[in-house]
């Protein structure tokens, strides 16, 4: 793990969980850093959503830190915004910077007010603790459900020099992105501006975030943000922003590929494509109709080779194409022809699927050239117990 250049993190417990774990956390870049994110599109949004929309607006896409709190959404509640700012106030007042420049972000349970005070109080802790190596420690404090950790990290090697890019991202449940996911903080010290920033997020989150489907639920404070502070001296190219670029998105497909396989009460990672659409839209369309279906994925927890689920969650995809030249492949065995049954043996490709992750791949043939690839989980009972006993 080599983390990018210019940035510290530190984290507390503030009282805000009922178990005693770090749920604050702060991310600073050492000087102001080009930024660009994406938000959720549930028409119910956190009040950190909105406020970090407003700073980054105000800002003109530059951002020097990053407050997140995990255990209460900070959405839904009568004191939201005036949280949401008094925080970002405190921690610019201890950093010297301006307010606009300090995004908030929040993740937890929803409805539930949110006392400021356990955040402004942790903050002169938290600015006092700054570390360049506690990236591991803020990736740990952002979690909810979670059960692991979820980071990713490249280098690129350039003309001038080296380029870093490091992400953290949380989520296991409430996961159907519609230009964001959960909670995702992506870091390069590469010299990038904005325009070529925003950009760059936009068509990663298109390959990653927006590929991924836990449950089908898109939440409240859905946030991915990514900074460039260009801390390692280093421009690239033009030639060579297609390299850093494929290296951000990277780092994005690696952390959306964490979430599928950490969902709630998750035992396999479900990756799903679909080739043959007449458009990248429609395939995508179709690959998420598939990740959505309870039947698809309670047949992949049960190792089930039940193709017709796969062909009908396909079809109820709103998407133009004939079952009859559709062909279905679980695990690289080929299990429906043509839209009718193939000759595979059960026996052996229910072993294959008791795998821990499984791969389903539709083809239709023809001249279409659509194509999708999206993460999913398998669905058990795991999910609904955690869910039926979140708040409690």
């Known amino acids: 793990m080599t983390l990018p250049l210019g940035y510290a993190y530190a984290t507390t417990y503030a009282g805000i969980r009922q178990a005693p774990k770090n749920d604050v956390a702060l991310i600073v870049s050492g000087m102001p850093a080009n930024a660009a994110a994406v938000f959720t599109q549930n028409r119910v949004q956190a009040a950190p959503v909105r406020l970090s929309r407003r700073h980054l607006k105000l800002s003109k896409g530059l951002a020097g830190a990053i407050l997140v709190n995990a255990g209460n959404a900070n959405c839904a509640t009568r004191t939201g915004d005036a949280v949401a700012l008094a925080t970002c106030k405190a921690a610019a007042k201890l950093l010297q910077m301006p307010v606009v420049q300090v995004l908030p972000a929040s993740t937890g349970v929803i409805g539930v007010e949110l006392d400021a005070r356990k955040i402004t109080g942790a903050l002169p802790e938290l600015v006092g603790k700054l570390r360049t190596d506690a990236f591991d420690e803020a990736a740990n404090a952002i979690l909810t459900t979670d059960l692991v950790p979820k980071t ?111 969902g709630e009460g998750a035992k396999k990672l479900i990756t799903i494509d679909v080739a043959g659409a007449a458009s990248a839209e429609g395939a995508g369309r179709m690959a998420r109709a598939i990740a959505n279906s309870p039947l698809v994925k309670t047949a992949v927890a049960g190792s089930d080779p039940n193709w017709g689920r796969i062909l009908c969650a396909a079809g109820n995809a709103g998407v133009a194409f004939d079952p009859g030249k559709t062909d279905i492949y679980l695990q690289g065995v080929l299990v429906c022809k043509q839209g009718l049954a193939a000759p595979f043996s059960e026996e052996e490709l229910k072993a294959r699927l008791d795998a821990p992750e499984c791969e389903i791949r539709v083809t239709v043939r023809g001249k279409g050239k659509g194509r999708s690839r999206f993460w999913t989980c398998d669905l058990t009972e795991g999910y609904i117990r955690i869910n039926a006993s979140y708040r409690t």
Do not use: H, W
């Open 152 to 262: 990713a990290f490249a280098e690129v090697k350039l003309r001038r020099g080296t380029v870093r890019v490091a992400g953290m991202t949380k989520g296991s449940g409430m996961i159907q992105p519609l230009m964001a996911t959960t909670l995702g903080f992506v870091l390069t010290d590469a010299q990038i501006p904005g325009a070529a920033l925003r950009a760059m997020l936009k068509r990663g989150v298109e390959r990653s975030y927006n590929r991924l489907s836990v449950d089908g639920d898109t939440s409240t404070n859905d946030t991915l943000a990514l900074l460039a502070n260009g801390a390692s001296g280093v421009r690239p190219d033009p030639k060579e922003m297609p390299k850093v670029e494929e290296a951000i998105a990277g780092v994005m497909e690696s952390l959306a590929r964490a979430i599928a396989r950490d």
